[in-house]
């Protein structure tokens, strides 16, 4: 049976760099501590979310990827564990990216992937901050199995899903930045939370792969003022192939946990519920369309 110990870290954010980087490392000590042989982090970890106002300044914030790599490495090597970083890329002036980046036991890169689908709604303004990721849907091998790695408003895609459990992932993997507006109302908060968990865990069905989805909690302000900040949710989860919940964090408070995944348990799944063996492949052809009119 191939089972993997995942550590996953749920946290509140400040505008201190260092000091999420310093708060961080000592969670992925801890999870190591406790077994974990994989760690998910959330999206954009090192800082605020930024992108809830259209301010260029705030593309200083994008870096070197080596700089975070040595850091974020250092700790894999150190600890013996693979990790999975959220960073905002700098790939030349004026040419940004919203970047997942793996890190080997070893230290070394095992692989990155750059977010596809970016949105652009009222406090997530991604489309002013991140080009779309030009490095497709590949899976990322690791020697914890082969990481099919996506970012946030990824996990509304199931193209993206199943494109990952065609090209052989064995897991599903979403760091994450979302969160409520305060004018909401309490019901529509609960469908979009709700809403947010089941295309999730539909992916896990539909593909017969376990998915791990890491969320950011706490309150962040609008620095424009233009709205009441964004109230992060949490409710980081683990859900099996069958989109069974192993585990789901808090909505108002942070949580570091190590999660026991059964990979193995895909095979059997995918032998009760043949889905990829009964796909219509040949009548597929207009989901390269935007739009059939």
């Known amino acids: 049976m191939k089972k993997v110990k995942v550590g996953i870290i749920q946290q509140r954010k400040t505008g201190d760099v260092a000091e999420n980087r310093r708060r961080l490392a000592q969670e992925i000590a801890r999870l190591a501590d406790e077994g974990a042989e994989l760690i998910v982090n959330q999206e954009l970890h090192d800082s605020l979310y930024f992108c809830q106002t259209e301010d260029p300044s705030l593309c200083d914030l994008a870096v070197d990827l080596k700089e975070p790599i040595a850091y974020y490495g250092e700790l894999a090597k150190k600890h013996g564990v693979v990790i999975v970083t959220s960073l905002y890329e700098r790939r030349a002036p004026g040419l940004y990216h919203n970047t997942a980046v793996v890190l080997e036991k070893d230290g070394t890169v095992a692989g990155k992937y750059r977010k596809m689908h970016i949105p652009d709604d009222p406090a997530y ?3 002013f901050y991140f080009t779309p990721g030009d490095l497709g849907f590949e899976p990322i091998d690791t020697s914890v199995g082969r990481l099919g790695v ?4 990824d996990q509304w895609y199931p193209e993206a899903a199943r494109l990952m459990a065609l090209r052989g992932a064995e897991m599903l993997i979403y760091p994450t930045a979302i969160g409520w507006e305060s004018s909401d109302t309490a ?3 609960a469908r979009q939370r709700d809403a947010w968990m089941t ?4 992916h896990a069905v539909a593909n017969g792969l376990p998915v791990v989805t890491v969320n950011r909690v706490g309150h962040e ?3 424009s003022g233009a709205t009441n900040g964004i109230q992060f949710w949490g409710t980081s989860f683990v859900a099996g192939p069958q989109g069974e919940l192993l585990h789901q964090s808090p909505s108002d408070s942070e949580e570091s946990v190590v999660v026991e995944v059964d990979l193995a348990r895909s095979e059997a799944v995918r032998r ?4 990829l063996r009964d796909r219509r492949i040949d009548a597929y052809a207009g989901l390269t369309r935007r739009y059939l009119d």
């Open 125 to 127: 303004y991604e489309k």
């Open 150 to 153: 996506l970012v946030c408003w």
């Open 187 to 189: 019901d529509e908060q």
């Open 199 to 202: 295309v999730q865990r539909g």
């Open 221 to 223: 302000e609008d620095p």
């Open 272 to 275: 009760w519920w043949p889905f």
